[in-house]
Each structure stands twice: as C-alpha cells, then as structure tokens.
C-alpha cells in the first residue's frame, strides 16, 4: 500500500456521461496530481493542487476539471464522456519541501472504460 | 518543451541477462531525473533518482548516471529476475514556474523469462 488511495478501482460507463474519480494522497502531502496513461499517449500529466489551490495544468480537456478539498482529497471530473478517454487514470501526491529531490507517491489507478 | 525518450520495447530477456533501459532528455537548466517501475496492475514506484550532473542513482540492482554532456540516464541491471518483469519509464522534473510536474517517456515493456 503505497499510502495513495483512489476509488473506484475500475469503472464502466456510457459515452455522453459523467464520473467522478476520487483520490486521498499520503498523510501529509500537500500536493496531488493527476495523470492520464493510455496505450498511444502513455502517461500525460492532466492537473496538479498544492494545499487546494490549482497549481499547474497540462493536457487537461476542457471537459475534465479537478479540485482538492480541504482535507486534501481531490476528486477529477470527467463529463461529456467519448470512447476515447477511456484510460488508467492516476493519483499522485508529494510532499511539503519538494525540491526536484522527491519523487511522487502514486495510486494504483482507475480504469476507465466508456462503452 | 520539455521531453524524455526511451528505449520502446516490448523487450524479453533471460533471467540473468544484462539490461540496458536508454534514456535521453531534453530540458532547459538542470533537471532531476527519475525512473519509475510500473508492475502488473500497480501504479508507479520510484526506482531510483539523481538531482545533479553525474550523480549515480541506485536502487535493487539498478544503476543511472546523469550525463549532462550526453542529456542521458540510461538505466543498466547486471542480471536481471523474472520479478524485475514490468514497465521501466525515465521521467524528469524541471523546477521552473512553481510546477513540480514529472514528464515521463513512453515507458518500456520487460519480460524476463525463467
């Protein structure tokens, strides 16, 4: 257990919708990441918060939006779902004093599939 | 921007074979560096790491060198496990803008057989 919570561990869902992903990072971090990994994109950085403010944005589609609430957990929004996204999408959180030395602590993913 | 390139695999190899996992950068200033091991149906571990030209990251038998001359940290094992079958990927994180964002290669595929 690598101390990263995401839920749910696999998820099915019809084109058009919208799910909600969920994750707790380790106690104590203050920074949590999102990642999208696919087989033709590998692992795309989507969005980070540090401390529930939007920290950086990377390949975020305008109808994904994450947030981090105060007690840290972060919840990434997918909505108009496509075929497309379907995809493991991963939680990752660092700690305070993050200077290039530390590496991330990652979830073990949710899969996504849209049918 | 910033990009890492790695070896695309699928890669086999017989237990206690040598690996060679190549890795090469491209970033602005001095980044760190990492490798990260995806196993089957886990998320990514750190495997080892190095903040500064030539530092020597090491971990379970892994090694990489940060070369700056060369913008490479090819990861190497002497003689690798069927457990050490997984997903290999070099990432790196430049501390520019207040991001600490990881960009990752594609990742490559080992398969080590008995």
């Known amino acids: 257990d690598s101390g990263v919570t995401q839920t749910p561990k696999h998820l099915i869902t019809a084109t058009g919708q919208r799910v909600t992903l969920r994750c707790s990072p380790r106690s104590g971090d203050l920074s949590v990441y999102w990642y999208q990994q696919s087989l033709d994109q590998g692992l795309q950085f989507l969005i980070q918060?540090?401390?529930?403010?939007?920290?950086a944005k990377g390949n975020i589609l305008e109808r994904f939006s994450a947030q981090q609430f105060p007690d840290l957990h972060s919840e990434l929004n997918l909505s108009s779902l496509e075929l497309g996204d379907s995809a493991l999408y991963f939680c990752?959180?660092?700690?305070?004093?993050?200077?290039?030395?530390?590496?991330?602590?990652f979830g073990s993913g949710t899969r996504l599939t849209v049918v | 921007g910033d990009s890492v390139t790695q070896m695309e695999g699928p890669v086999t190899l017989s237990e206690e074979a040598f690996l060679t996992i190549n890795c090469t950068y491209t970033a602005t200033g001095y980044p760190s560096l990492f490798w990260y091991v995806q196993y089957p149906g886990e998320g990514l571990q750190l495997l080892l790491k190095a903040t500064k030209a030539d530092d020597k990251g090491s971990n379970k038998g892994f090694e990489a060198t940060y070369r700056k001359e060369t913008t490479s940290f090819h990861l190497e094992k002497g003689s690798v496990q069927v457990s050490d079958s997984a997903v290999y990927f070099c990432a790196l994180r430049r501390p520019a803008g207040g991001s600490e964002k990881l960009v990752f290669g594609k990742g490559m595929k080992l398969t080590v057989n008995p």
């Open positions: 918060y540090y401390n529930g403010e939007e920290r």
């Open positions: 990752a959180s660092s700690g305070r004093g993050w200077e290039g030395v530390y590496g991330y602590t």
